[in-house]
Protein backbone atom coordinates (compact mmCIF):
# COMPACT_ATOMS: atom_id res chain seq x y z
CA UNK A 1 0.00 0.00 0.00
CA UNK A 2 1.22 3.61 -0.52
CA UNK A 3 1.31 5.38 2.50
CA UNK A 4 2.57 8.47 2.12
CA UNK A 5 4.66 10.39 -0.45
CA UNK A 6 7.13 13.32 1.15
CA UNK A 7 8.87 15.91 -1.34
CA UNK A 8 10.45 18.30 1.13
CA UNK A 9 13.98 18.79 0.03
CA UNK A 10 15.27 18.93 3.50
CA UNK A 11 14.01 15.65 3.67
CA UNK A 12 15.42 13.99 0.26
CA UNK A 13 17.70 11.56 0.02
CA UNK A 14 20.59 12.37 -2.78
CA UNK A 15 19.51 12.48 -6.26
CA UNK A 16 15.21 11.87 -5.16
CA UNK A 17 12.72 14.82 -5.63
CA UNK A 18 9.89 12.26 -3.59
CA UNK A 19 10.02 9.33 -1.45
CA UNK A 20 7.14 6.79 -1.40
CA UNK A 21 6.33 5.05 1.60
CA UNK A 22 5.57 1.81 1.43
CA UNK A 23 3.16 0.05 3.67
CA UNK A 24 1.73 -3.25 3.89
CA UNK A 25 -1.80 -3.83 2.74
CA UNK A 26 -3.44 -5.32 5.42
CA UNK A 27 -4.80 -7.66 6.57
CA UNK A 28 -4.12 -9.79 2.52
CA UNK A 29 -0.44 -8.85 3.14
CA UNK A 30 -0.11 -11.68 5.72
CA UNK A 31 -1.36 -14.58 3.80
CA UNK A 32 0.54 -13.75 0.92
CA UNK A 33 3.92 -13.67 2.53
CA UNK A 34 3.81 -17.01 3.94
CA UNK A 35 3.19 -18.07 0.44
CA UNK A 36 6.80 -16.03 -0.64
CA UNK A 37 9.91 -18.18 -0.87
CA UNK A 38 11.38 -16.30 1.83
CA UNK A 39 8.80 -17.01 4.54
CA UNK A 40 9.13 -20.84 3.10
CA UNK A 41 13.02 -21.61 3.03
CA UNK A 42 13.54 -21.63 6.67
CA UNK A 43 16.33 -18.96 6.97
CA UNK A 44 16.17 -15.71 9.60
CA UNK A 45 14.46 -12.88 8.64
CA UNK A 46 12.14 -13.39 5.95
CA UNK A 47 9.93 -10.27 6.38
CA UNK A 48 13.14 -7.97 5.84
CA UNK A 49 14.40 -10.58 3.13
CA UNK A 50 11.25 -10.46 1.03
CA UNK A 51 10.49 -6.80 1.63
CA UNK A 52 14.08 -5.94 0.06
CA UNK A 53 13.84 -8.14 -2.64
CA UNK A 54 10.14 -6.94 -3.88
CA UNK A 55 11.27 -3.28 -3.01
CA UNK A 56 14.22 -3.83 -5.28
CA UNK A 57 12.10 -4.70 -7.78
CA UNK A 58 9.62 -1.59 -7.64
CA UNK A 59 12.21 0.42 -7.11
CA UNK A 60 14.08 -0.69 -10.47
CA UNK A 61 10.91 -0.73 -12.57
CA UNK A 62 10.47 2.97 -11.81
CA UNK A 63 13.87 4.35 -11.70
CA UNK A 64 13.86 5.06 -7.94
CA UNK A 65 16.34 3.27 -5.36
CA UNK A 66 15.11 1.27 -2.57
CA UNK A 67 15.44 2.09 1.22
CA UNK A 68 14.85 -0.51 4.11
CA UNK A 69 14.03 0.78 7.78
CA UNK A 70 16.88 -2.05 8.69
CA UNK A 71 19.24 0.18 6.07
CA UNK A 72 21.81 1.81 8.54
CA UNK A 73 23.12 3.32 10.57
CA UNK A 74 22.83 5.74 9.53
CA UNK A 75 19.10 5.05 9.28
CA UNK A 76 16.72 6.62 7.14
CA UNK A 77 13.84 8.69 8.62
CA UNK A 78 11.13 6.96 8.53
CA UNK A 79 8.98 9.00 11.20
CA UNK A 80 9.92 12.09 10.03
CA UNK A 81 9.05 11.30 6.66
CA UNK A 82 5.68 9.93 7.67
CA UNK A 83 4.73 13.12 9.44
CA UNK A 84 5.85 15.07 6.56
CA UNK A 85 3.28 13.40 4.36
CA UNK A 86 0.48 14.46 5.80
CA UNK A 87 -1.30 11.18 5.38
CA UNK A 88 0.31 9.78 9.24
CA UNK A 89 0.57 11.40 12.31
CA UNK A 90 1.02 11.22 15.82
CA UNK A 91 -1.23 9.86 18.01
CA UNK A 92 -2.21 10.69 21.77
CA UNK A 93 0.59 7.72 22.64
CA UNK A 94 2.68 9.29 19.91
CA UNK A 95 3.12 6.31 17.79
CA UNK A 96 2.29 6.90 14.05
CA UNK A 97 -1.11 6.41 13.04
CA UNK A 98 -2.54 6.24 9.62
CA UNK A 99 -6.25 7.10 8.59
CA UNK A 100 -6.87 3.51 7.16
CA UNK A 101 -4.34 0.69 9.14
CA UNK A 102 -4.83 3.25 12.31
CA UNK A 103 -2.23 2.22 15.03
CA UNK A 104 -0.60 -0.80 13.07
CA UNK A 105 0.58 1.65 10.22
CA UNK A 106 4.13 -0.03 9.32
CA UNK A 107 6.47 0.50 6.55
CA UNK A 108 8.35 -1.74 4.27
CA UNK A 109 10.45 0.48 2.93
CA UNK A 110 10.46 3.16 1.23
CA UNK A 111 11.36 3.99 -2.47
CA UNK A 112 13.57 7.57 -3.42
CA UNK A 113 12.17 8.69 -6.76
CA UNK A 114 13.75 10.64 -9.20
CA UNK A 115 10.52 12.53 -10.28
CA UNK A 116 7.86 14.33 -7.71
CA UNK A 117 5.22 12.12 -7.38
CA UNK A 118 1.84 13.91 -4.73
CA UNK A 119 -0.43 12.36 -2.68
CA UNK A 120 -3.54 14.91 -0.64
CA UNK A 121 -2.76 14.79 2.67
CA UNK A 122 -5.41 12.79 5.12
CA UNK A 123 -6.94 13.89 8.34
CA UNK A 124 -5.60 12.32 11.56
CA UNK A 125 -8.51 9.91 12.62
CA UNK A 126 -7.50 10.89 16.76
CA UNK A 127 -9.77 14.24 15.81
CA UNK A 128 -12.73 12.05 15.25
CA UNK A 129 -11.94 9.59 18.14
CA UNK A 130 -13.73 10.55 20.98
CA UNK A 131 -13.12 7.74 23.93
CA UNK A 132 -9.30 7.54 22.76
CA UNK A 133 -8.69 3.81 23.76
CA UNK A 134 -5.18 4.02 22.91
CA UNK A 135 -4.81 5.75 26.08
CA UNK A 136 -5.60 3.46 28.40
CA UNK A 137 -5.23 0.05 26.68
CA UNK A 138 -1.87 -0.76 28.01
CA UNK A 139 -2.27 -3.31 31.19
CA UNK A 140 1.83 -2.34 32.11
CA UNK A 141 1.46 1.15 31.61
CA UNK A 142 3.91 1.47 29.68
CA UNK A 143 2.28 3.31 26.73
CA UNK A 144 0.02 6.32 27.05
CA UNK A 145 0.28 10.26 26.73
CA UNK A 146 3.62 10.48 28.58
CA UNK A 147 5.17 7.99 25.93
CA UNK A 148 6.62 4.40 25.66
CA UNK A 149 8.01 2.87 29.05
CA UNK A 150 10.45 -0.03 25.84
CA UNK A 151 11.74 -1.60 29.81
CA UNK A 152 8.56 -1.62 31.80
CA UNK A 153 7.05 -3.40 28.91
CA UNK A 154 9.60 -5.83 28.12
CA UNK A 155 9.05 -6.50 31.50
CA UNK A 156 5.20 -7.64 31.61
CA UNK A 157 6.24 -9.26 28.64
CA UNK A 158 8.14 -11.78 30.68
CA UNK A 159 4.99 -12.18 32.83
CA UNK A 160 2.24 -14.74 32.75
CA UNK A 161 0.47 -11.47 31.98
CA UNK A 162 1.64 -10.27 29.20
CA UNK A 163 1.32 -13.34 26.70
CA UNK A 164 -1.97 -12.02 25.23
CA UNK A 165 -0.05 -9.10 24.26
CA UNK A 166 2.70 -11.57 23.13
CA UNK A 167 0.78 -13.68 21.34
CA UNK A 168 -2.31 -11.02 20.08
CA UNK A 169 -0.30 -7.90 19.48
CA UNK A 170 0.27 -4.67 21.98
CA UNK A 171 -3.34 -3.72 23.11
CA UNK A 172 -3.04 0.19 22.80
CA UNK A 173 -3.09 -0.83 18.46
CA UNK A 174 -5.24 -3.01 18.89
CA UNK A 175 -7.45 -0.71 20.64
CA UNK A 176 -7.79 2.03 17.88
CA UNK A 177 -10.87 1.61 16.28
CA UNK A 178 -9.05 2.64 12.96
CA UNK A 179 -7.00 -0.38 12.83
CA UNK A 180 -9.98 -3.36 14.44
CA UNK A 181 -9.51 -6.01 12.62
CA UNK A 182 -6.72 -5.08 10.14
CA UNK A 183 -3.82 -7.45 11.07
CA UNK A 184 -4.10 -10.85 12.09
CA UNK A 185 -3.17 -12.01 15.49
CA UNK A 186 -0.40 -14.13 13.88
CA UNK A 187 1.39 -11.19 12.49
CA UNK A 188 1.56 -9.47 15.60
CA UNK A 189 2.40 -12.43 17.22
CA UNK A 190 5.28 -12.86 14.95
CA UNK A 191 6.70 -9.28 15.24
CA UNK A 192 6.45 -9.27 19.20
CA UNK A 193 9.11 -12.41 18.80
CA UNK A 194 11.37 -10.01 16.81
CA UNK A 195 10.84 -7.35 19.82
CA UNK A 196 10.88 -9.36 22.66
CA UNK A 197 13.88 -11.65 22.59
Not at 111 to 124: E, G, K, M, T, Y
Not at 142 to 148: F, I, P, R, S, V
Not at 154 to 165: N, Q, T
Request: overall charge neutral; aromatic content about 8%; charged content about 15%.
Amino acid sequence: MLAGVVSTPALMPKGAMSVALLSPDEPAWWPHLKTMPEWQDGQPDPVDRWSARVLSQIAGNCGGTAILPSDGPPYAPFYSWALESGRCHSSPVRLLVHAEAGLFISFRGAIALPFCVALPALASPCLSCVDRPCLTACPAAALGAEGYDVPACHSFLDRPEGADCLTGGCRVRRACPVGKGRRDPSQSAHHMRYFHK
